[in-house]
């Protein structure tokens, strides 16, 4: 739990650059009064308040932010989906990894078992949302383009929020198990991927439109 919470103020940090820099100094200190069981949540309110911040500063037409500022964010937001995503196409546990055996021994014969399926095999789909989001990335960070087709932005969005949901379903009616929502789960393959995507989406928006 402390290692999420400092990701998140280091993602929080660097959000801010050095132009809040003494708001990251106040942020880190403010941290030692917060109580332990709210920690969390408080450091996730950190972190939007940052990306609103980003927002509010981005100017329509000039690409302002540092490259390896952004460079850093992006890749805090959508590499831990991307592993997450390996794992679950290629991994011992991956969706490769299963047969017509597998899945009638392991799968078909419960109602979870199905629901386990359903859930492998969606994270194998909505997971791609990782590797695009890191060459989505990567372009953003040579050419400073964000992401254009607002469908697919919407469409990465949508499909890690509605992975989310039925992940704290399956929680809230199975009790812990694999791929039941944590908090960790939920900030690492939820709102971080659907925060960068959003920003990629919003680079857009701050390119030059050709003069006609």
Known sequence: MNDLISLCLRLAAALMG??????????????NHVPNNDRLLWALGCV???????FE???SGNFQVSRGVLLLELL???????????????????VLGLNQSIIQDHFTATPL???ILGMMIGSALIGLA??????????AVITGAGLRSRALGIAMI???TLYIVASILLRLFTGPGAYAADMGFIVLIG????????????????????SH
């Open 113 to 115: 078992g199905r629901v």
């Open 130 to 139: 990782g590797p695009i989001g890191l060459f989505l990335t990567s372009r």
């Open 48 to 54: 939007l308040a940052a990306v609103k911040w980003r």
């Open 18 to 31: 050095k132009h809040g820099s003494e708001w990251s100094r106040a942020m880190n200190a403010e941290l």
């Open 191 to 210: 709102l971080l991927p659907a925060l960068g995507t959003a920003h990629l989406m919003y680079l857009s928006r701050a390119e030059p439109q050709p």
């Open 158 to 160: 949508a499909g890690v």
């Open 57 to 59: 500063t981005m100017r």
């Open 76 to 94: 805090l937001c959508f590499l831990p989906i991307s592993l997450g995503w390996w794992d679950a196409v290629f991994g011992q546990s991956g």
